[in-house]
């Protein structure tokens, strides 16, 4: 990825080979405190929305408390959208050194609430956050910590 993108996120790393970078991606770090976690809850939640093109993949996001939310976002109703009136993305993913129509298949949307997954999965970084046994021990004996884990979506939009 270029160095400088339009976009409200910050990246945190520019290349996105996952052979040179231990599979961590070109991701970007959203500036809103409350796009995830207790934060997002405690405001409602929120709408993330993502464009991709043969050109760019964009990725916007708005809390439930924010006042700029396009009417197309919140109201979910309109058959057409026009990203263009949306403001600065959180993300931008623009096509510079990848095609983005061939490196890319079709998008699959799936909500995930993976516990010990490929990255929380591994031993030195879970351990690194100060937690003690192994993730999947605690996973398994610790039914009751994960009361609160999980979903509540109002609803998914696909605009083609």
């Known amino acids: 990825m270029p160095e400088t993108r339009t976009m409200l996120g910050t ?22 405190s409350n796009s995830f976690g207790p934060d997002f809850n405690s405001a409602g939640g929120g709408w993330y929305a993502m464009e991709r093109t043969n050109s760019y993949i964009q990725v916007w996001f708005w809390s439930r408390t924010d006042g700029s939310v396009p009417s197309q976002v919140s109201s979910g109703a309109v058959s057409s959208i026009d990203t263009s009136t949306w403001g600065e993305p959180t993300a931008l993913f623009p096509d510079t050194s990848c095609d983005i129509a061939d490196s890319f298949g079709p998008n699959n949307i ?51």
């Open 11 to 32: 990246a945190t790393a520019n290349n996105c080979d996952v052979n040179t970078d231990g599979n961590s991606g070109c991701g970007v770090q959203n500036p809103s």
């Open 110 to 160: 799936i909500f995930d609430l993976t516990l010990c997954g490929s990255w929380a999965g591994i031993a030195s970084v879970y351990s690194d956050a100060g937690c003690s046994s192994d993730c999947v021990d605690y996973v398994n004996n610790n039914p009751s910590a994960f009361t609160n884990a999980y979903w509540d979506v109002a609803g998914v939009y696909v605009y083609t």
